[in-house]
């Protein structure tokens, strides 16, 4: 069972040096942090949830590093009612705030970073009831209505209002007693019925599954306008309970309080929760959604039904909503995703003892940062570059869905696509360069395999764009800037009237 400690058993055994800096403990100091770099946009001007807060979320950024959009009037809402969307968007620099890093850095080093904060862990702890903001308002028995917060229908055909698609859904192993915390969607089906998608071999599945095999419903905690550490964790693939994660992440414990209407405990600072369960059987129609990959690729199926046994709210509730896009910085999955799988999947083989590796990245725009890995590697020995494909493709942390493995050579910038690319196509020879794997882990919501039950196994390529390694000494020199001549001309880059700075280049021509 995870371990929740007290706060001040929890403050003595924390270990994060006092100089770390920490991120947000909610969205709303998160907001007032973004605001004051210019990365919030407010719209005061009155919006339908039904597809219109979408579209505008869906136009605005058609451009990477455009604000995150706060609504603050919403047709049929209580007045008050608010609802962000795309918290994290496309901006760096919103995700360097999130976990407690400066702004200004690139990919590589936020990879970096996330990776080292996401290596360590730090328990939850329980707090007193009555200081939980999201105490402060409470819906029981037939006062429930979740339909007066602003779920939306985001896209045109959507089949319902989703309420939950930036969310930390909360269940328990029922053999070993951990929680999980996942980030599902959740369509409305009535004022106290919410439900719930999970694809196969998602753990709260799992628990749901396992739960009804022992002829018992499944309790579940949905919790909405979640600060985005948490949503980082429930977005991506930990081992065993995300809320440590998510505390390790933001340099502090996650905040929780004991559960009313179930034994599941929930965070303090969350805007929403709901408590519910889901007795056996119990499921109904949903969808379709547009989801990550940009296609509503899931016709109308039945999924799980939770029964909302209580909600907890706090003043002025703020739903936090995660536009899924076919275009990469309109997509908020996709930076979410690009950075912290990158950062597990990194973490992965360190923890399988492969050497050389100098960066990863998903990119943002292979459907949401799950369809594409580039690994930059050092080559030290025969077969090193087919290794780490192997591997990558199948770790924890990669093996969900992605397609496309593509190894380069330590001077390429897994990050940018356009160097990749000129490795793919200088240092791959297809015919001997490119492996496939078959029947892999992949996803219903892939549209590329038909019939839809076909889905649930997908193929992975992948592509060595590397140095051949027998000729490696002998390999064709490649155009390089000469250090000094570099180093000279950054230090003249202002005075040569040059906007900017100079870039980081990973190959020179030593002097």
Partial sequence: MEEVLFAAEAEARREVRPEQAVGPRDVREFIAAIETIGQLKRITAEVSRNEEMGAVTYMYNHRVGAPALLFEKIKGCPPGFRALWNQLGS??????????????????????????????????????????????????????????????????????????????????????????????????????????????????????????????????????????????????????????????????????????????????????????????????????????????????GPAFLMQVKAVHYRDNPILTHALMADYYPANECALVRSLGRSARIWSDLERLGIPGVKGIYCHPAAAGGLAMTAISIEQRYAGHAKQVLALAAQCPAGAYFSKWIIAVDEDVDPTDINQVLWAMATRCHPATDIDFMRDTYSTFLDPSQNPVENRQFGSKALINACKDYRFIKEFSPRTKVRRSTYEAVSRRWKELGLEGQPPQLRALEED
């Fill in 91 to 300: 901006s760096n620099d919103r995700f360097a705030l999130a976990i407690g890093e400066p702004t200004g850095l690139s990919a590589n080093e936020l990879i970096r970073r996330f990776k080292n904060r996401s290596d360590r862990r730090i328990a939850p702890v329980m707090v007193d009831p009555k200081d939980a903001p999201v105490n402060a308002h409470h819906m029981r028995g037939n006062n429930i209505d979740v339909t007066l917060f602003p779920a939306a229908r985001h896209w045109a055909l959507d089949g319902g209002e989703y309420i939950g698609t930036c969310d930390a859904t909360i269940t328990r192993d029922p053999d070993g007693g951990w929680l999980n915390v996942g980030c599902y969607r959740q369509m409305l089906q009535s004022k106290n019925e919410v439900g719930l998608f999970l694809a196969g071999g998602r753990d709260a599945r799992l628990h749901i599954e396992r739960n009804w095999a022992m002829g018992k419903p499944c309790e579940v905690v949905a919790c909405w306008g979640i600060d985005p550490a948490l949503f980082m964790t429930a977005s991506q693939s930990f081992p065993l309970s995300e809320l440590d994660f998510a505390g390790g992440l933001a340099g502090r414990p996650v905040e929780l309080v004991p559960g009313e209407a179930t034994s599941l405990p929930y965070p303090a600072r969350a805007e929403i929760v709901m408590e519910g369960v889901i007795p056996p059987g119990s499921e109904r129609a949903e969808g379709p959604f547009g989801e990550f990959t940009g296609y509503y690729a899931k016709p109308p």
